[in-house]
């Protein structure tokens, strides 16, 4: 008896979803035009909410290597709908399970290429299994040349941040200082200022005082978003001595 095709089920439904005048608005949030960090990447005008039902929907239904499949979708959102699936198949997974979905992962990070996808899923499956681990694959990504690569590294340590440990995602960071894309410069900033509210107000301090010359000031725009106002006019100044 021929086996039902649970993949073919996926893709008719986001399908049947498609919505083409969302899908032309996300393409311009998304920054797919010519010379833009998304150029060319395809979009079918689903909103997040409802790739999530539509990810629950089949997470127990899709194999890991119809998952996969998924994962190489010309179109976004079922790119996404596959890292939400493979963020759950993680989370109830045996050891074998982890390693085999970490090992996946890696290998289909030139499918993991928008800032939307590395952050909903590097810390789960990245961070989590490197959390008792060698932590050296976090600096391997860090010196890539793929921007999604060196995002999912910073990224992968927000676990790690919520635990409040600090040290690891301040090495990573002073990797990135002269990184020059502002999708960076976002990640990084975004990690230090949670590392101030999770962590150390303190620690983040001494951070930015020490590696205030180099650090982008988008980078540090966002660290300091919390910041007493008066406090945040003299960082933004350089007047914090």
Not at 104 to 115: A, Q, R
Not at 144 to 157: P, V
Not at 172 to 197: C, N, P, Q, S, Y
Request: charged share 30%; net charge positive.
């Amino acid at each position: 008896m021929k086996t039902f095709n649970w993949l073919k089920a996926v893709e008719a439904e986001f399908g049947k979803e498609a919505d083409p005048l969302k899908a032309k608005i996300l393409r311009r949030f998304f920054k797919t035009g010519r010379g833009e960090y998304a150029e060319g990447d395809r979009f079918l005008g689903l909103t997040v909410p409802g790739i999530r039902l539509i990810a629950k929907k089949y997470t127990g239904l899709l194999t890991l290597t119809q998952t996969s499949t998924l994962l190489r979708s010309p179109f976004h959102e079922e790119r996404l709908a596959a890292l939400l699936i493979l963020k759950e198949k993680y989370k109830s997974g045996n050891i074998a399970d982890k390693n085999r979905i970490f090992r996946l992962y890696l290998s289909h990070t030139s499918f993991i290429n928008n800032w939307d996808l590395v952050d909903l899923s590097a810390e789960h499956i990245v961070g989590a299994w490197l959390e008792d681990k060698n932590k050296q694959p976090l600096f391997r990504l860090i010196r890539s040349k793929s921007l999604w690569e060196r995002r999912i590294a910073l990224l992968a340590t927000f676990r790690y941040i919520k635990a409040g440990e600090s040290a690891l995602t301040l090495k990573l960071v002073k990797e990135v200082l002269e990184d020059k894309h502002d999708l960076m410069h976002k990640a990084t900033g975004w990690m230090l200022r949670e590392i101030g509210k999770r962590c150390s107000p303190d620690i983040l301090k001494i951070f930015l005082r020490t590696s205030y010359a180099r650090l982008p000031r988008t980078a540090l725009r966002y660290a300091i978003e919390h910041f007493p106002e008066k406090e945040r006019q003299k960082y933004l100044r350089g007047d914090f001595c």
